[in-house]
Nanobody, 126 residues
């Protein structure tokens, strides 16, 4: 299974970006895909995740109301729409996938995921 992220870049505070995570090498079903981020000198943080079992989505408190995760199964892709970006959103963003978990109760820890992308840089600065 390979995950490829794209869509990062430089944006001004208040701006928007949409990150993409495209999976290959596995039938795109029964998955949980999550987005994580890591800023310099900080620990990796879970941002959001989505379960294909029931379509439920979960968000970290720091991004609720600003970020939206959604999937396009026909394109084997999960997106993270990020609006009203703030300087503190600056980080390398990673997507991760695990298959076969079924329904999940909320954001799940990084160690639960089996596959990771290479990351994409998001910089929010004026």
């Amino acid at each position: 299974v390979q995950l490829v992220e794209s869509g990062g870049g430089l944006v001004q505070p208040g701006g928007s970006l949409r990150l993409s995570c495209t999976a290959s090498g596995y039938t795109f079903d029964d998955y949980t895909i999550g987005w994580f981020r890591q800023a310099p000198g900080k620990e990796r943080e879970g941002v959001s995740c989505i379960s294909s079992t029931d379509g439920k989505t979960y968000y970290a408190d720091s991004v609720k109301g600003r970020f939206t995760i959604y999937s396009d199964n026909a394109k084997n892709t999960v997106y993270l729409q990020m609006n009203n970006l703030k300087a503190e959103d600056t980080a390398v963003y990673y997507c991760a996938a695990v298959y076969g978990l079924g329904s999940i109760p909320g954001l799940i820890d990084a160690y639960e995921y089996d596959y990771w992308g290479q990351g994409t840089q998001v910089t929010v600065s004026s």
